[in-house]
């Protein structure tokens, strides 16, 4: 017959896998960034690219490539957002600029995130934004719109079978940042507004 199992031995158990779960989670964020910068070759936002990253880059005017843009919103979050303009040609190396227009079709302020990704995966490396929108929460008064640009620099380096970019962002709801606005402990600086 089996002895019966103590209420200590379970209870050390149980928080042994909750210890063993939290730290397999929390290693979860740096193994995703390995595997997309390492494995598959996506960058991730760092923030905007340094001047010392793109100011060494010489424009090459022989070459035209196409980016898209392309813009949606979370569907928990009331916002419309999409790009002022759905194409434009440019030349590696040479600063642009793109805007996004946003609006707020709720009655309440509302703080919001744009989560980037470029496609195909081999052209994240290439892309540059050197100011965005994305890196900054945004946050928006009932019934406000507002243009949020993004200035790129497409690394003249983009191999050359890559001719179209697409660039992509979708807004979520940072339902913490909109919190502290309605409880009217949002510091100004921690949603600043697109420049």
């Known amino acids: 017959m089996n002895a019966p199992v103590?209420?200590?031995?379970?209870?050390r158990t149980i928080a042994l896998v909750a210890a063993g779960s939290f730290v397999f989670a929390f290693s979860l964020v740096p193994l995703y960034r390995i595997a997309c910068e390492k494995v598959f070759?996506?960058?991730?936002?760092q923030g905007p690219a340094g001047e010392s990253r793109v100011a060494g880059l010489e424009v090459d005017e022989s070459r035209t490539v196409i980016v898209e843009f392309d813009g949606t919103v979370n569907s928990?979050?009331?916002?419309?957002?999409?790009?002022q303009v759905l194409r434009m040609?440019?030349?590696?190396?040479?600063?642009?600029e793109a805007n996004y227009i946003a609006r707020n079709v709720s009655d309440r302020a509302i703080v919001g995130n744009a989560a980037p990704s470029v496609a195909p995966s081999t052209a994240s490396t290439y892309f540059n934004k050197t100011e965005c929108f994305c890196f900054t929460e945004q946050l928006l008064q009932a019934g406000e719109e507002r243009l949020?640009?993004?200035r790129f620099i497409i690394d003249p380096a983009l191999p050359d079978n890559v001719s179209t970019?697409?660039?992509?962002?979708?807004?979520?709801?940072?339902?913490a940042a909109t919190a502290r606005v309605a409880a009217g402990n949002h510091p100004?600086?921690?949603?600043?507004?697109?420049p």
Do not use: Q
Not at 89 to 96: A, I, M, S, W
């Open 76 to 83: 928990k979050l009331p916002w419309e957002f999409r790009p």
């Open 148 to 150: 949020m640009p993004v």
């Open 165 to 175: 970019v697409t660039l992509s962002y979708t807004f979520f709801s940072n339902d």
């Open 41 to 45: 070759g996506i960058k991730l936002e």
């Open 89 to 96: 040609e440019v030349h590696p190396g040479k600063l642009y």
């Open 6 to 11: 103590s209420p200590r031995r379970t209870f």
């Open 188 to 194: 100004a600086a921690a949603a600043r507004t697109a």
